[in-house]
């Protein structure tokens, strides 16, 4: 059922820059599990599919905005971009500055804003089966890279991701090294590195560097641990 006239698409309509069409997807993506119902054959609807599918499409708009902005850049710097676009601290921020808080449902105590940068990829999911790519693109330049971030600004910030893999291991107290690896006839970069802690295999990392491969494979591992950077 298509509902478009109800405060809550009137409230994103604001906030989206465009009038939704389809309010029961907003509806999913602003309902955190804490606060789960269920549809007729006992499965939980809240935000957490169109979170992923979010999250994806994002990783998709970032890529190809960089891609174009960059087009003499090798792949490590692109990707490295994209992370420092879409880190968790950064989509917490937006997201709370766009007015996530006074929409998302919620039951829950957790101090931490990740809720807030979890709804806006739910928002750009329910954008996604909604209006299609063009207007998820379209609103991620607009609302996001144009009015909340500075790509020319964030180029200029090293995120040192060995030296924060690092400071977790020792906080945890876990031993934290990094071994190298040959790379194979079809891969391009002669480095590649592996990181491990207290002896276990964790991610790998590939550069043109010997400390390229290292950052690679500690943002991988960071990721895989989800630890905020």
């Known amino acids: 059922m298509k509902k478009t006239d109800n405060p809550l698409i009137r409230s994103l309509s604001k906030i989206l820059g465009f009038k939704p069409k389809n309010a029961t997807y907003y509806e999913l993506a602003l309902r955190h599990p804490s606060v789960s119902i ?42 490295e971009m994209r992370s420092k676009i879409v ?14 808080a006074q929409l998302l449902l919620h039951k829950t105590n957790d101090n931490s804003k990740n809720i807030y940068g979890n709804a806006l990829e739910s928002i750009l999911g329910a954008i996604f089966l909604d209006a299609g790519y063009e207007q998820c693109y379209k609103f991620v330049q607009k609302e996001l890279l144009d009015k909340h971030l500075n790509i020319k600004s964030l180029q200029q910030k090293e995120t ?3 030296a924060l893999l690092l400071q977790w291991g020792q ?11 040959s790379p194979t006839a079809t891969q391009t970069t002669p480095f ?14 590939c550069g043109y560097s010997k400390r390229e491969s290292q950052q690679e494979a500690s943002k991988h591992t960071l990721n895989k641990l989800h630890i905020k950077y």
């Open 87 to 100: 880190c968790r601290n950064n989509l917490d921020k937006i997201g709370e500055e766009m007015g996530m």
């Open 192 to 205: 590649i590195a592996l990181a491990w802690i207290d002896g276990e295999q964790q991610e790998m990392g």
């Open 171 to 181: 906080k945890n107290k876990k031993k934290i090294s990094f071994t190298e690896k």
């Open 38 to 79: 269920k549809d007729t054959q006992g499965r939980p609807l809240n935000n957490e599919r169109l979170e992923l599918l979010g999250d994806a499409v994002l990783e998709l708009i970032v890529t190809e905005t960089l891609y174009r902005l960059y087009p003499d850049k090798r792949e490590g710097f692109l990707s």
């Open 160 to 162: 040192n991701y060995k």
